[in-house]
Structures are given as C-alpha cells and as structure tokens.
C-alpha cells in the first residue's frame, strides 16, 4: 500500500485524526514521515499499530499497558508472561466492574419494584437516591 495522509489512515484504521495526532504526542506512535508539504503520511507499520492501539483501547486497556504490549510486539523473541499477565490484570479489572455493575443492577431493580407508582412523595427510587444509607450496598 502506498503512503496515505492522515485522514486516510483514520479511516482505514478507525482511530479518529485528532487521536492519531495524541498517539503521536504520547510516542504510542512513532512520528510518521512527512511529504513534500510536511504532512504527515501513513505506510502499512503505521496502519497496523494504529488498529492495534484501537483494538487494545476497546478492551479497556489503559496507555501504559499498551505501551508494553507494543513493545512487548515489537520484540517477538521475548517471553510473553508480561502480556499474559497485563491480560489477566485487565480481565480482573473487568470481573471486578461485573460484580459492580451486577449490584448495580440488583440495587436499581429493588428500587423500581418498590415504587407504588404514587406520589414523588412515597418513591422508593427518589427515597433511595436521596439517602444512600437505605441502598443494599455501600458500594454499586
């Protein structure tokens, strides 16, 4: 493929210009090279590093551990027990928000089935908000 300008390479890789821009920024990606006018222009390394910043931002992982994995991919001759555990330390993350959103859940279906339906007056969702002390959990 050859070289393709920036608002090219944010169609093809599905990352927004102005993000291109801070990846840069933040050396996630390597400064791309520059035509005759100065702008910049993606080649296929870039496209790829790019959907796959995208594709790790998806599942949630933060800048830091995808500069690791990004290094971690750049050295493929490396162990890949710190991307297993960069993994596993997300999918706990992501099994911890489960859990929360769960009670969440629980929490806010006990609210609505407490409502009569009435009067602002007798909400269990306006009484429950308004003193989280009557909430199930702490912690939602």
């Known amino acids: 493929m050859p070289s393709i300008s920036i608002k090219a390479a944010a169609m093809v890789s599905g990352v927004k ?3 291109i821009r801070y990846y840069e920024q ?11 006018g100065n702008r910049r222009v993606f080649e296929d390394d870039d496209l790829r590093r790019l959907t796959f910043i995208r594709h790790a931002r998806e599942l949630g992982f ?12 750049d050295t493929p001759d490396r162990s890949c027990a710190e991307a297993d555990a960069i993994a ?19 929490e806010l279906e006990l609210m609505v089935e407490g409502c009569s339906h009435g009067h602002v007056a007798e909400c269990r969702v306006i009484e429950v908000l308004a003193d989280h002390g009557k909430c199930l959990r702490d912690h939602h």
Not at 100 to 106: E, F, I, K
């Open 88 to 106: 596993k330390a997300r999918l706990s993350d992501v099994n911890q928000r489960i859990k929360s959103l769960l009670a969440l859940r629980t």
């Open 26 to 36: 933040i050396g996630l990606l390597a400064s791309p090279k520059r035509d005759q």
């Open 62 to 73: 933060d800048v830091e551990a995808i500069r690791t994995l990004l290094d971690l991919q």
């Open 17 to 19: 210009v102005p993000t």
